[in-house]
């Protein structure tokens, strides 16, 4: 039974590019929730996507934005980037969303130079 | 919002030793989660913990959601247990993580 995937697990990109990142939740599962996490911080949550559709949203810039497809895999997109965003971006899935346990992938290193 | 605040913030144990970690937090909730976070980055699910008491051999929590804290118990700690260790509560369909508590355990 696979767990969560991500994909890639490093990446390196400069200000003002764009980045996807993707995600394959465990076998069962149907919605797929993506977090921030900055080094020595706990994960800060993005958003999670349900039925293909953005379902609740953190606080966080319009530059992030997301997709759900059918087979329930998701991407997180993030356009014109900043210093900032360099982070551990994490995904996690779970059945239904609201009162289920979350499983994490491993993660995508993200630095911005 | 929500808060969620752990203690201690860092922890330093001999291999052996028991070790109580704790998770305050500012509203009723009806969802709370224990994580650790290996040196590598995986967070694994240790337990989903709304309220009473759950075991997994030397790991035990306790949530006591009508004075709205949790406490996460280690014993015979071993050298993998190091990491960091995250509470988190649900609100709506988020997970509001704490800063964590960060547990070396040397042997």
Same mark, same amino acid.
């Given at each position: 039974?696979a767990?969560? !995937?991500?994909?890639? *697990? #490093?990446?390196? @990109? !400069?200000?003002?590019?764009?980045v996807t990142?993707?995600?394959?939740p465990?076998?069962g ?21 349900y039925e293909?559709e953005?379902r ?8 992030f934005?997301? #997709?759900?497809?059918?087979?329930y895999? $998701?991407? &997180?997109n993030?356009?014109?980037? &900043? &210093?900032?965003?360099s982070?551990?971006y994490l995904c996690a $899935?779970?059945?239904?969303? +609201?009162?289920? @346990?979350?499983?994490f992938?491993?993660?995508?290193q993200?630095s911005?130079? | 919002g ?8 860092d922890?330093? &144990?001999q291999e052996?030793?028991n070790?109580?970690l ?6 009723s909730?009806n969802?709370?989660?224990?994580? #650790? ?6 967070l694994?699910n240790?337990f989903?913990?709304?309220?009473? =008491?759950k ?10 959601? *009508?004075?709205r +804290?949790?406490?996460?118990?280690i ?6 247990d190091?990491?960091?260790?995250f ?6 369909t988020?997970?509001?993580?704490? @800063?964590? =508590? *960060?547990?070396?355990v $040397?042997?």
């Amino acid at each position: 039974d696979a767990g969560v !995937t991500q994909s890639p *697990t #490093h990446l390196i @990109k !400069t200000r003002g590019q764009q980045v996807t990142l993707r995600c394959s939740p465990k076998s069962g599962h149907d919605t797929v929730s993506w977090y921030q996490q900055a080094l020595g911080q706990g994960p800060q949550f993005i958003f999670q996507y349900y039925e293909e559709e953005e379902r609740q949203r953190g606080n966080f810039p319009d530059r992030f934005s997301g #997709h759900q497809f059918p087979n329930y895999s $998701s991407e &997180l997109n993030v356009n014109a980037l &900043l &210093l900032g965003d360099s982070a551990l971006y994490l995904c996690a $899935s779970s059945l239904d969303g +609201y009162n289920e @346990k979350l499983f994490f992938g491993s993660g995508t290193q993200l630095s911005v130079l | 919002g929500i808060q969620v605040e752990q203690s201690p913030p860092d922890l330093i &144990l001999q291999e052996g030793a028991n070790s109580t970690l704790r998770c305050n937090f500012s509203d009723s909730v009806n969802n709370l989660q224990w994580f #650790h976070q290996n040196p590598w980055g995986q967070l694994i699910n240790l337990f989903y913990i709304p309220s009473g =008491t759950k075991q997994n051999g030397r790991l035990s929590a306790t949530t006591v959601a *009508t004075e709205r +804290y949790s406490l996460l118990y280690i014993s015979s700690s071993q050298t993998t247990d190091s990491g960091v260790y995250f509470c988190a509560v649900k609100a709506g369909t988020a997970l509001i993580f704490g @800063k964590g =508590t *960060t547990l070396s355990v $040397s042997s």
